[in-house]
């Protein structure tokens, strides 16, 4: 559960994920990330494992690709990516960002656009990476800003704010299309 904003006293019952990842990647998977230039000790640093699953887009069990996020060292949320990049994540779950732990205690933070770009930067060193975890919106709504409790959209900003009000520099790495610009 978590809290609203500072002194709020509402909580928020989240789902918690209860995956049934495979004991190892795919040759298939191991693939699509090889020519992506993604290392296998990148993957396993990185959580990235994969599962079986459900898709809600397809309508179908696909093997997907799986994003474990993770908050304080607990499984917070699963990202699915299937064939046909299909993307999903389990229902009701916290939203948060992918790789929140690995930047707990970094003085500057990189946040990107999704989880290919923070294995990419990974694989290069750079570990104070943050992906967000729906990718840029296509469009931003005009106006003040919503409470806490009412941004559905951003409630990831939200639930991360406590390591991101410790940065004292955060970068926003977009990708150069018209929802990153």
């Known amino acids: 559960a978590r809290k609203g904003s500072p002194g709020g006293a509402r909580e928020v019952e989240y789902t918690k994920p209860r995956p049934n990842f495979d004991t190892e990647l795919s040759p298939k998977v191991r693939s699509f990330f090889s020519q992506r230039g993604i290392s296998m000790a990148t993957l396993e640093a990185c959580g990235v494992r994969q599962e079986r699953v459900w898709s809600p887009p397809l309508k179908q069990e696909v093997l997907a690709v799986a994003y474990p996020y993770f908050h304080r060292g607990e499984l917070v949320n699963v990202k699915y990516r299937g064939p046909g990049k299909a993307f999903w994540q389990v229902k009701g779950a916290r939203k948060t960002m992918y790789g929140l732990d690995d930047v707990e205690d970094a003085d500057e933070i990189i946040i990107v656009e999704g989880e290919m770009d923070k294995l990419a930067l990974y694989e290069l060193g750079i570990r104070n990476v943050l992906s967000v975890p729906d990718g840029a919106p296509a469009k931003v709504k005009e106006g003040d800003l919503p409470e806490p409790e009412a941004d559905k959209k951003f409630s990831y900003l939200w639930n991360c704010r406590e390591v991101l009000d ?16």
């Open 166 to 181: 410790r940065a004292t520099r955060i970068f926003l790495a977009t990708d150069a299309d018209e929802p990153g610009q």
